[in-house]
């Protein structure tokens, strides 16, 4: 895999702060808001989010849809829906990178060159942070990697709420950088 990983950045804080082209928000499958970073996303871009949500109908699980940011810095609020953790034997990783991929889809047909994305599915859906993180930076990767170098996006910030989700992320990076570094020096891809 070609080496994206200077294309993903860790920071730690309030992603409704974010002034860049799209944030991703994890929303629940009716799309007409709920608690955590959803609540916070619509509170911060206004009613009006609300209102450019409910003629979408919903959204399933792994998938997205995109709105305007409204009253946000971000120019655009991209819907994705991540699993609910049942233990990890229901597909969760699956529909997990699903839902990183379905939003970077959409971001790229979009022409967002900077998205921002919080830990989807580690808040209420309870996905163990680690393993979430880990799912996230190789879907984001993979992605990057599969596309030509000066195609969109260009960067992509995770934007991790607490100390211990930026640790999980950072952890995941490093990890990955690792794994790559290894199958450079073994002349494998
Ligand atoms: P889910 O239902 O997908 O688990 P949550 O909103 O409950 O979604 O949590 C997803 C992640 O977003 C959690 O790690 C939570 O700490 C984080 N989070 C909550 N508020 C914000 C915010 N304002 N900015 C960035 N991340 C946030």
Not at 24 to 35: C, D, R
Not at 42 to 69: K, N
Not at 140 to 155: G, H, K, T
Not at 180 to 188: C, F, P
Request: hydrophobic share 40%; glycine share 10%; proline share 6%.
């Amino acid at each position: 895999m070609r080496n994206v990983l200077h294309h993903i950045h860790v920071v730690q804080g309030d992603i409704t702060r974010e002034a860049v082209d799209a944030i991703v928000n994890a929303a629940n499958s009716s799309l007409l808001g709920g608690g955590g970073v959803d609540g916070a996303i619509h509170a911060a871009a206004g009613p009006e989010l609300l209102e450019a949500c409910r003629p979408l109908g919903g959204c399933p699980t792994g998938g997205a849809c995109i709105t305007p940011g409204f009253r946000l810095p971000a120019r655009y609020v991209i819907h994705t829906v991540g699993p609910v953790w049942h233990g990890g034997f229901e597909g969760e990783p699956q529909l997990l990178a699903s839902a990183y991929r379905s939003s970077l889809l959409l971001a790229a047909d979009n022409a967002c060159r900077v998205v921002a994305f919080p830990a989807i599915s580690t808040g209420v859906y309870g996905y163990p942070a680690d393993m979430a993180a880990t799912v996230a930076v190789r879907t984001i990767a993979e992605f990057l990697a599969e596309r030509p170098e000066d195609s969109l996006p260009q960067e992509i910030r995770l934007v991790c709420f607490s100390d211990a989700s930026r640790q999980a992320h950072e952890n995941a990076l490093q990890r990955l950088r690792e794994k790559l570094r290894a199958q450079d020096e073994s002349g494998t891809c």
